[in-house]
């Protein structure tokens, strides 16, 4: 099956993904949203989430913390202050931020700041979930040893 998608991931340091795929999957304010070949041109907002694309039966995954993403003419555009692959992500570190900051979240009186410490819960969550997938090399495929 031939690459139909361009998939374009660009943070505040640059380009992080330019290449090819057959789907992308992405966490939205709306809920997720599945971009396949010919999709109508449109504009969203990204939630904090993990971002899946599909080429040629690999699937790759990588953390998104918001945005908005645009669609047009087969070219998947994601504008985004962080994107972080699995194998960028200190566990260790993570797993001990859920503990720093559910303890600030429940202790804090102030609201912006209560905003703040869920915003950074909600971030360290979703670095966990990328880093829980496996990593997959080109040609291998899901099951595969």
């Known amino acids: 099956m031939a690459n139909n998608l361009q998939l374009r991931i660009i943070t505040r340091e640059g380009v992080r993904l330019d290449e090819p795929c057959d ?3 992405m966490r939205c304010n709306t809920g997720d949203m599945g971009i396949l070949p010919k999709h109508t041109p449109c504009s969203a907002v990204l939630d904090y989430g993990v971002l899946r694309f599909m080429n040629e039966g690999n699937e790759r995954r990588i953390a998104v913390m918001g ?7 087969d070219i998947v555009s994601v504008l985004t202050n962080e994107a972080q692959w699995p194998e960028e992500v200190d566990r260790a570190r993570a797993e001990a931020d859920i503990d720093i900051f559910t303890l600030r979240v429940q202790e804090e009186d102030d609201d912006l700041e209560l905003l703040k410490h869920q915003a950074k819960l909600r971030r360290t969550f979703v670095r966990l979930e990328v880093s829980s997938y496996p990593l997959l090399s080109p040609g291998q495929k899901s099951g595969d040893s």
């Open 23 to 25: 789907m992308v999957i």
């Open 67 to 73: 945005g908005v993403v645009q669609i047009k003419d």
